[in-house]
């Protein structure tokens, strides 16, 4: 059922994600592979190269320093490849687009019904997998830019999907971990 998800209503975020990869491959990226994401069938993945994410200089800056998915397209951090819970994590990612990616093609189907209009409905489908990047927007609004990717929805979910509570939080709902973290992070840089 899930190779069929991916070859039908994920399709257009299969080949966005492809081209993403391919797009960084050998300059970027290595070791291309075609395969499954935990349960995700037609991922295709690369890790990034050393000099990507390597730090620089004092600051520790780098070009690159997250592992990254768009659509069916995975590029993780070197040595990561038995991270369990970072593969859940953007597991959980690809499974957020699949559902945009339904709602993209219903809704598209519908525009193409009532209206006639077949590119409309068409690009619709197509673009439905990106429609959570609004999410970075609106965060970005609400928590600033320094804390607007990891506070948009999408993440928040593959965060509490994934995350380990550790015992000294027990008790504490990974929320209010969360906002107490920010609260210390804010403090230092007060």
């Not at 390597?54 to 991270?83: H, V």
């Not at 965060?159 to 107490?180: C, H, K, R």
Request: glycine fraction near 8%; proline fraction near 3%.
């Amino acid at each position: 059922m899930r190779l069929l998800l991916a070859l039908t209503v994920h399709l257009p975020a299969l080949v966005a994600g492809w081209l993403f990869v391919l797009i960084f491959y050998g300059w970027a990226t290595q070791d291309l592979k075609l395969g499954k994401l935990m349960d995700e069938p037609l991922m295709l993945t690369s890790t990034w190269r050393n000099w990507v994410v390597k730090r620089r200089g004092k600051s520790g800056w780098r070009f690159w320093k997250y592992t990254t998915t768009i659509g069916r397209g995975w590029i993780k951090q070197p040595g990561r490849d038995s991270d369990v819970r970072l593969k859940r994590h953007e597991e959980t990612h690809v499974r957020q687009g699949a559902d945009l990616s339904f709602l993209a093609l219903v809704l598209g189907a519908v525009t193409i019904y009532f209206t006639g209009d077949w590119k409309l409905g068409i690009a619709l489908w197509c673009t439905g997998w990106a429609w959570q990047l609004p999410n970075f927007v609106t965060a970005a609004m609400r928590y600033g830019l320094s804390n607007g990717y990891r506070y948009s929805g999408h993440e928040v979910e593959a965060y509490a999907l994934t995350n380990i509570i550790v015992p000294a939080d027990a008790g504490m709902s990974w929320a209010q971990i969360f906002e107490e973290r920010r609260e210390e992070a804010r403090a230092k840089t007060s």
